[in-house]
T-cell receptor
Framework: ETGVTQSPTHLIKTRGQQVTLRCSSQ?????VSWYQQALGQGPQFIFQ???????GRGNFPPRFSGLQFPNYSSELNVNALELDDSALYLC????????????FGQGTRLTVV | AQSVTQLGSHVSVSEGALVLLRCNYS??????LFWYVQYPNQGLQLLLK????ATLVKGINGFEAEFKKSETSFHLTKPSAHMSDAAEYFC???????????WGAGTKLIIKP
């Protein structure tokens, strides 16, 4: 068990709605990354937060936004949900500079109908 | 731009047989390479990583991988498969300058009794 917790575990939303996903990082970790994993595919990098600032972003539209709080927990917000946003959303926490040693939560399964 | 190709979306081996999962990468800079495992309904767990130094890397659960620069490969092996190895395996590459992970599409390992 990694100590990274995500909530909720499952979520069903209607197209056009907004959603907020939450992630508590592992103790001692100051960096949080978010990934989208569509069914049958590898994760796609959404963005990374380090010390409450966005520190890199993948090829996702601005309706995907995030926050990192002083305790290093994080939120992923998605506005104007589309059917294609249905996926497993993974949060990973790490120490800045600890290359690739990211610890993943179990993910939030989002279904958009 | 970096990319990862995993050959074979499904690999089936008998219990006790050699496991070989293939990963080829493309990178304009010396890459950092990783293998992660994902069990059903769980997050991703780091198996092993290559950053610098010895090209043969040993990981958890008896897995190892060899970085071959000339072949741009980082194949994952295990001498003897166990039923508990059944999972999906992801190869990833990271640009050392930004820590972002670029993922392959994954290979589902099936173990036959």
């Amino acid at each position: 068990e990694t100590g990274v917790t995500q909530s909720p575990t499952h979520l069903i939303k209607t197209r056009g709605q907004q959603v907020t996903l939450r992630c508590s990082s592992q103790s001692g970790h100051n960096t949080v990354s978010w990934y989208q994993q569509a069914l049958g595919q590898g994760p796609q990098f959404i963005f990374q937060y380090y010390r409450e600032e966005e520190n890199g972003r993948g090829n996702f539209p601005p309706r995907f936004s995030g926050l990192q709080f002083p305790n290093y927990s994080s939120e992923l917000n998605v506005n104007a949900l589309e059917l294609d946003d249905s996926a497993l959303y993974l949060c990973a926490s790490s120490r800045q500079g600890a290359i690739g040693e990211a610890f993943f939560g179990q993910g939030t399964r989002l279904t958009v109908v | 731009a970096q990319s990862v190709t995993q050959l074979g979306s499904h690999v089936s081996v008998s219990e006790g047989a050699l496991v070989l999962l293939r990963c080829n990468y493309s990178s304009s800079v010396p890459p950092y390479l990783f293998w992660y495992v994902q069990y059903p309904n769980q997050g991703l767990q780091l198996l092993l990583k290559y950053t610098t130094g010895a090209t043969l890397v040993k990981g958890i659960n008896g897995f190892e991988a060899e970085f071959k620069k000339s072949e741009t490969s980082f194949h994952l092996t295990k001498p003897s498969a166990h039923m508990s190895d059944a999972a999906e395996y992801f190869c990833a590459v990271s640009d050392p300058s930004n820590y972002q992970l670029i993922w392959g599409a994954g290979t589902k390992l099936i173990i036959k009794p």
